[in-house]
């Protein structure tokens, strides 16, 4: 009887807020989820957390160390990633950050490749920007993550001192320039000695990552490792 009950309630909810599928317009799905089982299935997986030498590590070959680097899902134009991405930087779906997290979190917990990292940094916005949009992706990424593969959060140990203009159609060297000096540290001692991961939600050129983590590096003893959601190919 209270399944029955429990399903009705369900049903009924349902016709209030209707809860779509993001990809295929679908309503068969569970709450909590932004994409059906078969949108979801069709996310292209890079497999790259259990990879040694995978290419967002060979991204940052010489320009910056980095013990670990992978990103979950291969970021293209106008593809299923790009509208969840779009989601959460531009439509203020601060839920789909957090869910975009839990799936790098589960892929995370399925290997042991990243186990040594200590704690999360999310990659900082500018605070003015940060102020106009409400939140920062990178900290609700990292509280999805967290989610599920417990590891402590450590948001406010470095800063984004410039507010760089947005680098979506700027080449390499202009995404370098963009963003050269734009970092400064914040609170070196949360960050003293440990295995850090700075969290992204896509890496393209890589040079937000490098420019942020070259000032992390600094900090005696601190690790450094790179997490995306996205990588852009």
Same mark, same amino acid.
């Given at each position: 009887?209270?399944?029955?009950?429990?399903?009705?309630?369900?049903?009924?909810?349902?016709?209030?807020?209707?809860?779509?599928?993001?990809?295929?317009?679908?309503?068969?799905?569970?709450?909590?989820?932004?994409?059906?089982?078969?949108?979801?299935?069709?996310?292209?997986?890079?497999?790259?957390?259990?990879?040694?030498?995978?290419?967002?590590?060979?991204?940052?070959?010489?320009?910056?160390?980095?013990?670990?680097?992978?990103?979950?899902?291969?970021?293209?134009?106008?593809?299923?990633?790009?509208?969840?991405?779009?989601?959460?930087?531009?439509?203020?779906?601060?839920?789909?950050?957090?869910?975009?997290?839990?799936?790098?979190?589960?892929?995370?917990?399925?290997?042991?490749?990243?186990?040594?990292?200590?704690?999360?940094?999310?990659?900082?916005?500018?605070?003015?920007?940060?102020?106009? /949009?409400?939140?920062?992706?990178?900290?609700?990424?990292?509280?999805?993550?967290?989610?599920?593969?417990?590891?402590?959060?450590?948001?406010?140990?470095?800063? /984004?001192?410039?507010?760089?203009?947005?680098?979506?159609?700027?080449?390499?060297?202009?995404?370098?320039?963009?963003?050269?000096?734009?970092?400064?540290?914040?609170?070196?001692?949360?960050?003293?000695?440990?295995?850090?991961?700075?969290?992204?939600?896509?890496?393209?050129?890589?040079?937000?990552?490098?420019?942020?983590?070259?000032?992390?590096?600094?900090?005696?003893?601190?690790?450094?490792?790179?997490?995306?959601?996205?990588?852009?190919?």
């Amino acid at each position: 009887m209270l399944t029955t009950i429990k399903s009705y309630l369900s049903d009924f909810t349902h016709l209030l807020y209707p809860h779509n599928c993001e990809g295929c317009g679908t309503d068969v799905l569970d709450n909590g989820n932004f994409l059906c089982a078969k949108c979801f299935y069709e996310l292209p997986e890079t497999g790259f957390f259990t990879v040694a030498d995978n290419p967002v590590e060979k991204k940052f070959y010489g320009r910056l160390k980095v013990e670990q680097a992978a990103s979950s899902y291969y970021f293209t134009k106008n593809s299923l990633l790009q509208r969840l991405v779009y989601e959460l930087k531009y439509k203020g779906n601060m839920q789909m950050g957090l869910y975009l997290g839990k799936l790098v979190g589960y892929q995370l917990q399925d290997n042991n490749r990243f186990d040594a990292i200590e704690a999360l940094v999310p990659m900082p916005l500018n605070a003015k920007r940060e102020k106009k /949009r409400g939140y920062n992706q990178a900290q609700l990424i990292c509280e999805g993550i967290a989610s599920v593969w417990q590891k402590p959060i450590i948001s406010h140990a470095v800063s /984004r001192a410039v507010a760089t203009t947005t680098q979506t159609k700027q080449n390499i060297s202009s995404r370098w320039e963009n963003v050269d000096g734009a970092f400064a540290i914040s609170n070196a001692d949360a960050l003293k000695g440990k295995h850090i991961a700075l969290v992204d939600d896509v890496i393209t050129t890589g040079a937000s990552v490098e420019a942020c983590g070259s000032e992390m590096v600094k900090i005696p003893g601190v690790r450094l490792s790179v997490i995306g959601v996205g990588f852009t190919i």
